[in-house]
């Protein structure tokens, strides 16, 4: 997503270098231009270069990458808390990236927790929406410490139309049993 800042600098960039190639008895900086096309265009194809090959490496062989979005209730579907596509993952190994719900009972040592699609759902907006948690058990002998990083997770997901109560929260349709993490 940020990449489009770099983007947005080779373009402002190479339309100074323009604008001031053609009136350099006016204007100053065709050389600061030139600079700024060309930073931005290294970040530009770095930054592209490294996304691709996270994207292309970080799902461990045999899972499937899920978002959070698949999990979303479907518009089509209003009288169902979750879409049926969703269900369809039920007993799926799937790959998921999230936070943990700062409602765990210890900061280490940690087996079960709920992870969250981003802090805001949890931390600045209060409650989240169901279908924004999936409730995860580590299998042993994983183990982590709450932080605020990012959670790369991977197993075998549970999907029930019922909610499934958590304490302090009002419930989760999805759960995941991970024997990877990262």
């Known amino acids: ?3 489009v800042l770099p983007a947005l600098g080779v373009l402002l960039g190479a339309y100074s270098w323009i604008r001031i190639g053609r009136r ?3 204007f100053v900086g065709l050389n600061l231009a030139r600079l700024g096309v060309i930073i931005c265009g290294l970040v530009l ?3 592209s270069t490294y996304t691709a090959y996270v994207l292309a490496t970080e799902v461990p062989e045999g899972y499937e990458r899920l978002s959070f ?3 979303q209730p479907d518009e089509d579907h209003p009288q169902m808390p979750i879409p049926p596509e969703a269900l369809e993952l039920d007993g799926k190994r799937v790959f998921v990236k999230g936070y943990v719900h700062p409602g765990v009972d210890r900061r280490t040592g940690i087996k079960q927790f709920v992870l969250v699609p981003d802090m805001k759902t949890c931390c600045f907006g ?7 948690m999936i409730e995860v058990t580590l299998k042993d002998p994983h183990r982590i410490k709450y ?3 990012r959670r790369k ?3 075998v997901l549970r999907v029930s ?3 499934k109560q958590v304490n302090g929260l009002d419930g989760v349709y999805y759960q995941l049993e991970a024997d990877y993490v990262r």
């Open 147 to 149: 932080s605020y990083a």
């Open 69 to 71: 979005e698949k999990l």
């Open 45 to 47: 194809a770095v930054g």
């Open 161 to 163: 139309p019922y909610k």
């Open 1 to 3: 997503k940020l990449l």
């Open 126 to 132: 209060g409650q989240p929406a169901l279908t924004d």
């Open 24 to 26: 350099q008895d006016e």
């Open 153 to 155: 997770l991977a197993g």
